[in-house]
């Protein structure tokens, strides 16, 4: 378990605190364990369990410390093994066989270098205990003077005790976060944590390279890296929402807009928003405004009331895959069928006991569904009746339990870092038709897991399920649509569309609807070690997709649903980055669907693919 609080925090050349968390984040506490983490790149370490087929290693040293003796013992990847490797030195001493020291870097060179180095002291004369971690990094492709930009980072472990005794209750998810005033701390308390007094050569740095930062503005490096991450622009006293400025799908077309909100600099407590957009294909605009109230920081509490006036997917409300960027969600590019929907509500949101969260919903919306769209039903005196609109009041409650998943802080925002343990989400949806202006009356459950599995030497495992259901007849609006992507059609020579992870590939748009049902999703990403060629170092992905639903009240419906009663399947390969360019790479992808479902024509079950992703 760890907590760490910056109390202090100064770079540089930059004013962004948020750098700060750079710093702790360089490289893995400790070099023992199965791998070692370096700017967020997990490498094999050369201490894991059957680590000799992988590495050679070759006695360098013997050097004596009293009666003691410390082996000098150099490491590097074995020739024709391809795995994320790194190579340097061990230090091992007899007293224990124990870690005394460790230089080590990464065996690939990127655009630039990094080097780290961990020394170890026996604490209270019981146990070997990291007491200095160094970081160096070199950045030839930023020079000054024909100098390239070099980065040394060096962390001291102080006042360390050991068998104190400590419960799970005094820890909490936030593993990381700034203290307050943390870039404003003055000389003296500088003074009070460095462990060494700045040299004249340090002084001399801080004072250059602040006033060469100023110069080049350094900080609008960092800055682009938040803004890609939180999605807004500081622009004085409010953010621009890069998520609201365009977008494109199938039912919108080309969607230009227009998104504001608050920060800091009016309040830390109060979050004013609102957007505006205007969609060129469906020739309307849509717009909404809500207003935040940041309750309680430590357990990221807080209370928003909220109006939107737009479209959203005609049963697309199931639990979404948890995209780390919402701009990588493609599958928003090939939406063709969207309800109209005004709707007002509240939000409440905490963290509850450990890493459980609960947001609590009430909301009422009104909704015209989709052109051409009727449901079909019962009235009160046994009549059947049809609408395209409704008026529904819905209250709900969504948990997400993610046991040991890590958390940053910074100011009002919270990054997670990923933990152990699969995280669970649920959510309990009751709509009213005897309170307010409701007219429907139903319970919707959904449940989702998933979780990413870190295999060394072999990948990335993502395993994801989520279920769902609703037993009432209710519009397909309240129903499910589970996310088909395939756009490919040979008879009009539409050979290639688009993947969008994390859904049915080589299912149509919009061909399946349930009011039940069960989804697994499996994707294994082998990265480049497969194939790792000079230049050549695409990354194979595997990808299999199951289903299973049914459609309750199906005669309900004007339009014809297909469900997957006896089992949807679907699987296919990606090779990614067969092409890059800066930041992006180009891939293809090909799927393949089969079982009860497949089509009576062999080639329109095959789906061939453009891959896209991003290296950032």
């Known amino acids: 378990r760890s907590e760490e609080t910056i109390v202090a925090s100064r770079v540089s050349g930059l004013k962004n605190p948020e750098f700060a968390l750079l710093g702790t984040q360089l490289q893995s506490f400790s070099f023992y364990g199965e791998s070692v983490n370096i700017l967020d790149i997990t490498y094999l370490s050369p201490l894991a369990n059957g680590s000799i087929s992988k590495y050679l290693f070759i006695l ?29 030195q061990l230090f091992i001493n007899t007293d224990g066989y124990a870690l005394q020291n460790v230089i080590a870097e990464p065996v690939e060179s990127k655009s630039f270098s990094i080097r780290i180095q961990q020394m170890y002291e026996k604490v209270q ?33 102080k006042n360390i005790q050991l068998g104190v005794p400590m419960k799970a209750i005094e820890f909490t998810p936030v593993t ?20 060494n007094p700045l040299d004249s050569r340090e002084m001399t740095t801080y004072h250059v390279i602040d006033s060469v930062g100023k110069a080049e503005n350094f900080d609008a490096f960092v800055r682009l890296a938040n803004i890609l991450a939180s999605g807004m622009i500081p622009m ?19 969607r230009l807009g227009l998104g504001l909100a608050t920060n800091d600099k009016i309040s830390k407590k109060m979050v004013l928003s609102g957007y505006y957009a205007y969609g060129f294909r469906d020739t309307h605009s849509k717009y909404g405004g809500a207003f935040r109230l940041h309750l309680y920081k430590k357990r990221n509490m807080w209370a928003e009331a909220y109006y939107e006036n737009d479209v959203s997917e005609m049963g697309g409300n199931h639990l979404n895959h948890e995209a780390d960027m919402k701009w990588k969600d493609y599958y928003q590019l090939l939406i063709n069928r969207m309800d109209r929907y005004e709707k007002k509500g509240f939000r409440l949101n905490g963290r509850m006991i450990g890493n459980l969260s609960a947001t609590f919903t009430y909301e009422e919306s009104f909704i015209k569904t989709f052109n051409g769209y009727y449901h079909t039903y019962i009235g009160n005196e046994m009549l059947q009746l049809s609408r395209n609109s409704f008026t529904l009041l819905n209250t709900g409650l969504e948990l997400r339990y993610a046991p040991g998943e890590k958390l940053a802080r910074v100011g009002n925002r919270e990054v997670r870092l990923g933990g152990r343990w699969p995280v669970i989400r649920m959510r309990w949806l009751r709509g009213w038709d005897e309170m307010g202006n409701g007219e429907i009356a139903y319970d919707r459950m959904d449940l989702a897991i998933e979780k990413t599995f870190r295999i060394k030497n072999i990948g990335h495992f993502t395993a994801r399920a989520i279920a769902g259901g609703v037993e009432e007849d209710v519009p397909l609006s309240v129903l499910s649509n589970p996310s088909g992507s395939n756009t490919v059609d040979y008879s009009e020579k539409k050979y290639l569309g688009l993947s969008a992870p994390f859904t049915f590939e080589a299912m149509r748009v919009n061909e399946f609807f349930h009011s039940h049902f069960t ?24 990808v299999h997709n199951m289903l299973w639903g ?65 290296s950032i």
């Open 519 to 542: 989804a697994v999703q499996l994707r294994h990403d082998f990265r480049n070690l497969l194939i790792k060629g000079e230049k050549f170092r695409p990354n194979i992905i595997l």
């Open 550 to 614: 049914k459609m309750k009240y199906a005669e309900s419906h004007t339009i014809e649903t297909r469900q997957a009663v006896q089992g949807y399947h679907e699987s296919g390969i990606i090779f990614d980055n067969l092409l890059s360019s800066g930041i992006t790479a180009f891939g293809l992808g090909t799927f393949y669907r089969y079982g009860p479902y497949s089509l009576p024509k062999t080639i329109d079950n095959l789906a061939v693919k453009l891959s896209l992703s991003f």
């Open 60 to 88: 360098e040293d013997t050097t004596y410390t009293g009666s003691d003796t410390v082996f000098t013992i150099s490491f590097r990847p074995r020739l024709g093994k391809n795995f994320d490797g790194m190579k340097g």
């Open 236 to 254: 004085g006293p409010v953010n621009l929402d890069l998520n609201r400025l365009m977008r494109f799908n199938d039912y919108e077309g080309f």
């Open 176 to 195: 990381l976060q700034m203290a307050s005033g943390a870039t404003q701390q003055p000389d003296s308390v500088w003074n009070q944590y460095r462990i």
């Open 125 to 157: 004369g019981r146990k070997w205990f990291p007491v200095q971690l160094n970081t160096f990094i070199s950045l030839p492709f930023a020079q000054m003077n024909s100098f390239p930009l070099v980065g040394i980072g060096r962390s001291y472990l």
